[in-house]
């Protein structure tokens, strides 16, 4: 086994249809969205419909909550007051093609600043999938606001 191989707990299904421009929906039918390209990047930009973008901003701003938790309570401490947003943009690279770029701001006002920016650090390293998935690959600033 590798070192980036997992064992699998949970596994889940996407399909889309249409690309940027149509539908996804997980397998079980729990995660529906209407897909627009938005008016920024020349597309249509359909009121209620969402990207690929809005669903990587809600999935790892969960997950890194839920990391953030996970470590926390690792070291007797409570951080179930954080909140973390996720802003996600594309655009085009340099290289061609197109990127993402993420921010994550996680915010505590019941922690210590030094001690959330700690937590934060040691999820992003050890814990959150979505940060081993886009480690040095994607543009991403960390901003924390603790007590």
């Not at 809005?54 to 999935?59: E, K, T, V, Y």
């Not at 926390?72 to 340099?94: F, L």
């Not at 996680?106 to 650090?121: H, T």
């Amino acid at each position: 086994m590798s070192a980036n191989a997992i064992k699998p707990l949970f596994t889940i299904a996407a399909t889309a249809i249409g690309g940027r421009n149509g539908h996804t929906e997980t397998a079980d039918g729990l995660v529906k969205a209407e897909l627009s390209t938005p008016k920024e990047m020349g597309g249509p930009g359909k009121a209620g419909a969402s990207t690929p973008e809005h669903l990587f901003a809600a999935g790892y701003a969960a997950c890194f909550v839920g990391a953030l938790a996970l470590v926390a309570s690792q070291h007797k401490k409570d951080a179930s007051k954080a909140k973390a947003t996720c802003t996600v943009s594309i655009g085009p690279r340099e290289g061609g093609g197109f990127g993402i770029a993420a921010k994550m701001h996680i915010e505590d006002r019941s922690l210590p600043a030094a001690e959330l920016k700690a937590l934060v650090a040691e999820a992003h390293e050890k814990i959150c999938p979505y940060s081993h998935a886009t480690r040095n690959n994607i543009d991403l600033v960390f901003d924390v606001v603790g007590a």
